[in-house]
């Protein structure tokens, strides 16, 4: 790539990723359900900000701008411990953060410290590196970024499968002893927001498989992936504004 290129996946992976970060705005703005919002908001952003990556490397803005290269790889290991400490904070209105609660994001940390040697490389090598991986429109994937891949989908899904229980086990305290219709619509929400993560870890551990099977993949592969990505924060959004206007108060 040697110019920057807007073509039609890059513009819809871009605009998904403008709507998720105007409604994490939105959402940090609002009142109600402060605490849950700002959580989900952080969700948002850390997606959003790697859509944008992607939509950067599919128009060719990365390689123009290396420092986006790779940039969001830690947020995707914040993915499943933002989206477990949401439904907390919305499921259970006496829940509190505590300090000890960084642990969730050492995943990410460690990732961080990880990348390190590739973000303080000079853009030049940064540029050769990743042109490097790329042979008549194939690129090739290194082991390393498979074993990065399959580790996020795991934590990814023990989060998910974590808040998964908490939600049956606060459906099974209001069939026993509340008919809260709020709390219903909230858990309601929260089903729909599972499962636009079941589609995510499904349609990204497929690909793993893909990689792994034959070592190289097209980056069109991708696009199908992004683009569900990119659809879901719209319907995110969607769904965001019929929740908000059926929670406005914890459960």
Not at 2 to 15: D, E, R, S
Not at 82 to 87: N, V
Not at 207 to 223: G, R
Request: aromatic share 16%; net charge positive; proline share 3%.
């Amino acid at each position: 790539m040697t110019g920057i290129t807007f073509n039609i996946w890059a513009v819809i992976i871009l605009f998904g990723a403008a709507q998720g970060l105007f409604l994490s705005i939105y959402l940090l703005t609002k009142s109600a359900n402060r605490d849950a919002n700002k959580w989900l908001a952080f969700l948002l952003t850390a997606i959003s900000l790697h859509l944008f990556e992607y939509g950067a490397d599919i128009s060719g803005i990365a390689l123009k701008y290396p420092f986006i290269l790779a940039s969001t790889y830690p947020l995707l290991f914040c993915f499943g411990p933002l989206y477990f400490i949401y439904c907390r904070y919305l499921l259970d209105k006496n829940y509190k953060l505590s300090p000890k609660s960084i642990v969730h994001f050492i995943p990410a940390l460690l990732v961080l410290l990880l990348m390190m040697p590739f973000y303080t490389m000079p853009n030049n090598q940064k540029i050769s590196f990743i042109l490097n991986l790329e042979s008549n429109g194939n690129l090739k994937i290194p082991v390393e970024q498979l074993v990065f891949m399959a580790i996020h989908v795991a934590q990814t899904v023990i989060y998910v499968f974590a808040a998964y229980k908490l939600i049956r086990k606060k459906e099974q305290e209001l069939k026993e002893f509340s008919s809260d219709v709020m709390a219903v619509k909230k858990i309601n929400w929260l089903n729909t927001f599972s499962l636009f993560f079941a589609i995510y870890l499904t349609l990204y551990f497929l690909l793993i498989v893909a990689l792994t099977i034959i070592n190289s993949f097209q980056v069109q592969v991708d696009y199908v992936m992004l683009l569900i990505t990119s659809f879901s924060l719209y319907a995110i959004g969607y769904s965001a504004k019929i929740g908000r206007a059926s929670c406005r108060e914890r459960v």
